[in-house]
């Protein structure tokens, strides 16, 4: 029972390089998130996706662009990375059809641009 | 618009001692509630949650919670903190309304536990 899988866990950038951070859900889940989290700023939302075709911004969306690729995929890409990028990013997920019961979150990726 | 209101960023406890959380919401319906806990480089972990019914929640590890419309508060609690407590907690609430689940969070409270 996977739950919310994100990869890499861990990555280094250089200024102006790109990359694309992996999100997979195995719950069945229609609605995806991708957040940042850095120190006294909690978490913030980047993008999110209310069901499979249709994605939206979230509140910090500049600099970032999503795909989600089928109803378990949710993926976050920096085409041009900077510094400011740097953070813990997660993915979670969560089903909106019945009583809300919370998202599911994946382990995170710690991303570094220098 | 709805907002979540963590008062304290740190709190700092004795092993053994009461743990309390503050909580306090603002939204204009009757929201679903929910406290998240990260320990350090994890991700977040659902601790609890109030959706209807019975206004004291009970969660994992000792936690519970109480809903108090009155007061606008959702306080998390635990009467004896263990070492193993030591972690950041987020409140979160999301309107009850439609299919609207996106999640308003609070900036956190650190909890520290010493011996």
């Known amino acids: 029972n996977a739950g919310v899988t994100q990869t890499p866990k861990f990555q280094v950038l250089k200024t102006g390089q790109s990359m694309t951070l992996q999100c997979a859900q195995d719950?069945?889940?229609?609605?995806m998130y991708w957040y940042r989290q850095d120190p006294g700023m909690g978490l913030r939302l980047i993008y999110y996706?209310?069901?499979?075709?249709?994605?939206d911004k979230g509140e910090v969306p500049n600099g970032y662009n999503v795909s989600r690729l089928n109803k378990r995929e949710f993926s976050l890409r920096l085409e041009s990375a900077a510094p400011s990028q740097t953070s813990v990013y997660f993915c979670?997920?969560?089903?909106?059809?019945?009583?809300?019961?919370?998202?599911?979150f994946g382990s995170g990726t710690r991303l570094t641009v220098v | 618009a709805q907002s979540v209101t963590q008062l304290g960023s740190h709190v700092s406890v004795s092993e053994g001692a009461l743990v309390l959380l503050r909580c306090n919401y603002s939204s204009s319906v009757p929201p679903y509630l929910f406290w998240y806990v990260q320990y350090p480089n994890q991700g977040l972990q659902l601790l609890l949650k109030?959706?209807?019914?019975a206004t004291l929640v009970k969660g994992i590890n000792g936690f519970e919670a109480e809903f108090k419309k009155s007061e606008t508060s959702f306080h998390l609690t635990k009467p004896s903190a263990h070492m193993s407590d030591a972690a950041e907690y987020f409140c979160?609430?999301?309107?009850?309304?439609?299919?609207?689940?996106?999640?308003?969070w609070g900036l956190g409270t650190s909890l520290a536990v010493n011996p």
């Open positions: 979160a609430v999301s309107p009850n309304a439609g299919n609207n689940r996106k999640l308003i």
């Open positions: 719950m069945n889940h229609n609605s």
């Open positions: 109030y959706t209807t019914g």
């Open positions: 996706s209310a069901s499979e075709g249709t994605t």
């Open positions: 979670a997920s969560t089903w909106t059809g019945g009583l809300f019961y919370g998202y599911t």
